[in-house]
C-alpha cells in the first residue's frame, strides 16, 4: 500500500475506499493550511477552479478577482500587512502574466508572496506543440521572483509549498513562484502516505543577529553625530517589532523621516517626526540612520542637492540584506540583521546614559516644523468648490485622525504626492501606497486585502486614472461586501485635465478624460453606495457616513482641472530635451 502503488491501482481502490486516498487538490490546500496561510486570492478558470472551490469547502477564504493583476496585488499587501506570505492563484499563461506584475512588485517591494499558477502539461509545452495556454511559466518567472519551483508529483506538494513558504519569508522576503501542472492536481495516493508527506516549515522567520563588534561600529557612529537623521523605511514596519522601533527612536533622541509606508510607525504628529522639516533635515544632517528602508530613487540615492555637500554624511543602516550595503553610498556602520534583532541589540550598547543630539539641532528642525505646520493649515480648512488637493485632503486628514484604525490605500500622482503629506498617519501599517516602482492600480487589491487581513474600515484615496487600472474591482467590494470607502479626486486626466492636443486636432490630450465622469454611477450599478461631491464639507459627510456605515462606498470628488502639477512631486524624473522645449512653446508652460 502507499508510494508503489501506480496510479491504476490507485483509481481502483477508489472505487472501495475512496476515503483512505487524497489528491493533489487536496494535498495543495492541506499544505497551505498547515503553514497558516487562510485566504486565497484567485481568478478561477483552467485547471485551478476547482482548487479554489475545494480550498473554500475546505475552510479557506478565497477571494475571487476580476483580473489576476488585482488579486495579485492583493496578495502582495496582505503579504506586507501579516508578515506571511499572499497567495495568489492564476489560470497559465495568459492569467499568469497578468499575476506576474503583482509578483514583481512584491519582490521589488521586498514582501512575502506566493503565486500559484497552473500551467499545461510538461510534455506537450516543453515540445511546443501548441497547448491550451502554453507557455514555460517557470522560466518567465524566475527572473521577477525571490524563487520558482514546479511541482511535478503528488507526493512533493508538501516539499514544493514548504520550499515556497520558507523562501518567500526567509532573509529579505520576496515572491515566489510555484508552478503547478494540471494533472498534478488530480493526482492520487494514499491518504496517510500524503499526510505525511507534508511539510510545517519551522522557524521560516529566523533571528538574524548582528556581530557585536557591528553593534559597537555603529553606536561609535552614532555617537559622534551633531546633526543626526533616521529614515525609517517600510522593511521597519513590515518587521512587527514597533514597540522596539519606537524605543529606539525615543532613546537616541533623533529627528526621524518617515518613508511613504512606514508613516505611522511612530504616530506623524510624534514630536521628532521631521516630515515638515525634509529639506532641511536631507541637506544638513550629518549622520543618517537608516532603519528597512534603501537608498534607492526615492532618496535620490543619497546624493545630489538635496542632500547637500557630498560625502559631508556617514550612514548607518539597518538591513537583513547584506548586499544592500554601499548600493548607492559608502556606509560606515552595516548592521546586518533582522530590525528587531539589531534594535534590541543597539538600546542594550548604548544604555541608559545615551547623550541625546545638541538641543541646537534638534530645536532647529523642530521650529521648522512647527512653522511650516502652521504655514500650511489655513490651506487645509479653504472650503473651495470645485475643490483643490489640500481643502479635499484637510478633510480626510482630519477624519483619519478620528479613526486611526482606518487603513488609508492611496495612488495616483498629485492624488499620491498630496495626500503622503497631508494625512498624518497615526499607527503602523495603516498605509498601503504604490511601493518601491510607484505602480498605478494597487488600489483595489489594497484595499481589499486590507479590509480582509485586518477586519478594519479602509479608506482608498484615488487619483481619477490610477483608479482606472483597477476600477472593476470595485464589484469585487461590493460583492463580499468590504468596509470600503473610495474616494476619486476627479481632475478629469493624468496630472491635470486641462491639457490640449499640441497638435491642434480634434482628438484629446493624451492626459485627459471624459469630463466630468460619474464614477460613482459605476459603484451604483453594483450595488455599493455612489456620492457625488464638489466641496470639503459635502465630502466629510460622505466619508463620515461611510465610516459610519462601513458599506462598499464611492464618492467622486471634484477636483479643479487645473489643480495638479505634471507628474506630482517627481516631475523632475521627466525626460527632456532643448531641441523639444524649443518645437513646443507649450512645454515650458508645464
Ligand atoms: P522604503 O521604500 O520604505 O524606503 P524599502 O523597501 O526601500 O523601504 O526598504 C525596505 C528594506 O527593509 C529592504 O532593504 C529589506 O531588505 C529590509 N527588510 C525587510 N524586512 C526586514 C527585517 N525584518 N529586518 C531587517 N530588514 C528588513
Ligand atoms: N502605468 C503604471 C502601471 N504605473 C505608472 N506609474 C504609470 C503608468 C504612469 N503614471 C504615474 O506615474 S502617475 C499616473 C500614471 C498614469 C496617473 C496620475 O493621474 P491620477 O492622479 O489621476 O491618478 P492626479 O491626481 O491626477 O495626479
Ligand atoms: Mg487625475
Given at each position: 500500500m502507499g508510494l508503489d502503488e501506480t496510479q491504476d491501482d490507485l483509481a481502483a481502490r477508489a472505487e472501495t475506499a475512496p476515503e483512505t486516498l487524497t489528491d493533489g487538490f487536496h494535498l495543495l490546500i492541506d499544505a497551505l493550511k498547515l503553514n497558516g496561510v487562510e485566504t486565497i486570492y484567485n481568478v478561477p478558470g483552467i485547471p485551478i477552479t476547482d482548487l479554489g472551490r475545494y480550498a473554500q469547502a475546505q475552510g479557506m477564504r478565497v477571494i475571487s478577482f476580476r483580473h489576476e493583476q488585482h488579486a495579485g496585488y492583493a496578495a502582495a499587501a496582505a503579504g506586507f500587512l501579516t508578515k506571511k506570505p499572499g497567495v495568489c492563484m492564476t489560470v497559465s499563461a495568459p492569467g499568469f502574466l497578468n499575476g506576474l506584475t503583482a509578483l514583481a512588485h512584491a519582490t521589488t517591494n521586498c514582501w512575502p508572496m506566493i503565486l500559484i499558477s497552473g500551467s499545461s502539461e510538461r510534455e506537450v509545452v516543453d515540445l511546443q506543440r501548441?497547448?491550451?495556454?502554453?507557455?514555460?511559466q517557470l522560466a518567465i518567472a524566475r527572473p521577477h521572483a525571490k524563487a520558482a519551483y514546479r511541482i511535478l508529483e503528488a507526493k512533493d506538494i508538501g516539499l514544493g509549498v514548504a520550499r515556497a513558504v520558507r523562501a518567500a519569508l526567509t532573509g529579505r522576503p520576496g515572491g515566489v513562484y510555484l508552478d503547478v501542472p494540471g494533472a498534478l492536481l488530480g493526482q492520487v495516493m494514499d491518504a496517510v502516505e500524503g499526510q505525511k508527506s507534508l511539510i510545517e516549515v519551522v522557524?521560516?522567520?529566523?533571528k538574524s543577529v548582528p556581530a557585536p563588534e557591528a553593534v559597537a561600529r555603529a553606536v561609535d557612529v552614532l555617537s559622534k553625530a551633531e546633526k543626526p537623521l533616521i529614515i525609517i523605511g517600510k522593511g521597519a514596519a513590515y518587521a512587527q517589532c514597533d514597540d522596539l522601533v519606537r524605543n529606539l527612536v525615543e532613546t537616541l533622541g533623533f529627528p526621524y523621516l518617515p518613508m511613504s509606508m512606514a508613516k505611522?510607525?511612530?504616530?506623524?504628529?510624534?514630536?521628532?517626526?521631521a516630515s515638515a522639516a525634509r529639506s532641511l533635515v536631507l541637506k544638513e544632517s550629518d549622520c543618517v540612520f537608516l532603519i528597512g528602508?534603501?537608498?534607492?530613487w526615492l532618496l535620490?540615492?543619497?546624493?545630489?542637492k538635496a542632500w547637500g555637500?557630498?560625502?559631508?554624511k556617514s550612514f548607518v543602516q539597518i538591513d537583513?540584506?547584506?548586499?544592500?550595503?554601499?548600493?548607492?553610498?559608502?556606509?560606515?556602520?552595516p548592521l546586518i540583521g533582522d530590525i528587531e534583532s539589531c534594535a534590541g541589540a543597539l538600546l542594550e550598547a548604548i544604555g541608559s546614559d545615551w547623550k541625546k543630539p545638541p538641543e541646537e539641532w534638534t530645536g532647529a528642525v523642530s521650529a521648522k516644523v512647527q512653522a511650516n505646520v502652521e504655514r500650511m493649515a489655513p490651506k487645509l480648512r479653504n472650503n473651495n468648490s470645485p475643490m483643490d488637493y489640500q481643502g479635499s485632503l484637510g478633510v480626510l486628514k482630519d477624519l483619519i485622525a478620528e479613526n486611526p484604525d482606518v487603513v488609508l490605500v492611496n495612488e495616483g500622482a498629485n492624488a499620491l504626492d498630496q495626500a503622503r503629506s497631508i494625512i498624518d498617519i497615526h499607527?503602523?501599517?495603516?498605509r498601503l501606497d504604490v511601493g518601491t516602482w510607484g505602480i498605478m492600480g494597487i488600489g483595489m487589491g489594497s484595499a481589499i486585502a486590507a479590509a480582509i487581513e485586518t477586519g478594519n474600515q479602509v479608506l482608498a484615496v484615488e487619483g481619477d486614472s490610477a483608479f482606472g487600472?483597477?476600477?472593476?474591482e470595485i464589484e469585487t467590494v461590493c460583492r463580499y461586501n468590504l468596509p470600503v470607502c473610495i474616494v476619486i479626486m476627479n481632475?478629469?486626466?493624468?496630472?491635470?485635465?486641462?491639457?490640449?492636443?499640441w497638435g491642434g486636432?480634434?482628438?484629446?490630450?493624451?492626459?485627459?478624460?471624459?469630463?466630468?465622469?460619474?464614477?460613482?454611477l459605476m459603484m451604483q450599478a453594483f450595488g455599493g453606495e455612489g456620492r457625488h461631491v464638489d466641496n470639503p464639507d459635502a465630502l466629510r459627510a460622505a466619508v463620515k457616513e461611510a465610516f459610519a456605515s462601513g458599506k462598499p462606498t464611492l464618492i467622486n470628488a471634484v477636483i479643479a482641472e487645473?489643480?495638479?502639477?505634471?507628474?506630482?512631486?517627481?516631475?523632475?524624473?521627466n525626460p527632456s530635451s532643448v531641441v523639444a522645449q524649443a518645437r513646443y512653446p507649450q512645454a515650458k508652460k508645464i
Open positions: 501548441g497547448d491550451y495556454e502554453e507557455m514555460d522557524d521560516p522567520n529566523p505611522g510607525l511612530l504616530p506623524d504628529t510624534h514630536p521628532q517626526c528602508a534603501r537608498l534607492n535620490s540615492h543619497g546624493e545630489g555637500e557630498k560625502g559631508a537583513i540584506e547584506p548586499t544592500e550595503m554601499d548600493s548607492n553610498q559608502k556606509i560606515s556602520a499607527k503602523p501599517r495603516k487600472f483597477c476600477g472593476m481632475n478629469n486626466g493624468i496630472y491635470r485635465g486641462d491639457g490640449e492636443n486636432g480634434d482628438d484629446p490630450s493624451t492626459t485627459v478624460f471624459v469630463k466630468d465622469a460619474r464614477y460613482d487645473g489643480a495638479g502639477r505634471e507628474s506630482g512631486n517627481i516631475g523632475n524624473l
